[in-house]
């Protein structure tokens, strides 16, 4: 299924009143869900990997325990992780300051950065208020759902 295809998927939802589509085919897997008024609140695109997936269960395992070193280490810092799948970009536009950086203090609400997602740019919000410690991600990069994008200080 190709972009075309999705974003002609999105506008059919949006028109025809229905409230969430589910659609599972044999490596995609879309949800779209929208408001009574037809508005297309979140729409989710899935690449599920084709069989057998065991070559890439087994590369997780061995990278897991380096990776949990350093979250031991920063056990009093908040994880911020992307909630959407998608494009992460650190600034609102290409001529605009970034949101944050190293060292900046955020309040609940701020917005940290903004995660592309077929063609919807979507304002990540913080949920905490605290110190930006470590930003995980470079601009421009896709993230996955749920990836760690940035480390803040709640103290």
């Given at each position: 299924?190709?972009?075309?295809?999705?974003?002609?998927?999105?506008?059919?939802?949006?028109?025809?009143?229905?409230a969430e589509v589910k659609l599972?085919?044999?490596?995609?897997?879309?949800t779209i869900r929208t408001t009574l008024e037809g508005n297309v609140t979140e729409a989710t695109y899935v690449q599920v990997p084709a069989q057998p997936v065991l070559p890439q269960v087994a590369v997780p395992q061995q990278i897991a325990p380096v990776a949990a070193a350093p979250v031991?280490?920063?056990?009093?810092?908040?994880?911020?992780?992307?909630?959407?799948i998608g494009t992460f970009?650190?600034?609102?536009?290409?001529?605009?300051?970034?949101?944050?950086?190293?060292?900046?203090?955020?309040?609940?609400?701020?917005?940290l950065c903004v995660i592309e997602a077929m063609k919807l740019f979507n304002e990540i919000e913080s949920e905490v208020s605290g110190k930006i410690v470590k930003i995980l991600v470079d601009d421009m990069s896709p993230v996955e759902y749920d990836q760690p994008l940035f480390l803040v200080d709640p103290s």
């Open positions: 299924m190709d972009l075309k295809e999705i974003q002609n998927l999105i506008k059919f939802v949006a028109n025809s009143g229905v599972e085919m044999d490596d995609v897997k879309i031991a280490e920063n056990s009093n810092y908040i994880t911020i992780k992307s909630p959407i970009y650190r600034k609102p536009s290409p001529d605009k300051p970034m949101f944050v950086e190293v060292g900046s203090t955020i309040a609940k609400g701020d917005v």
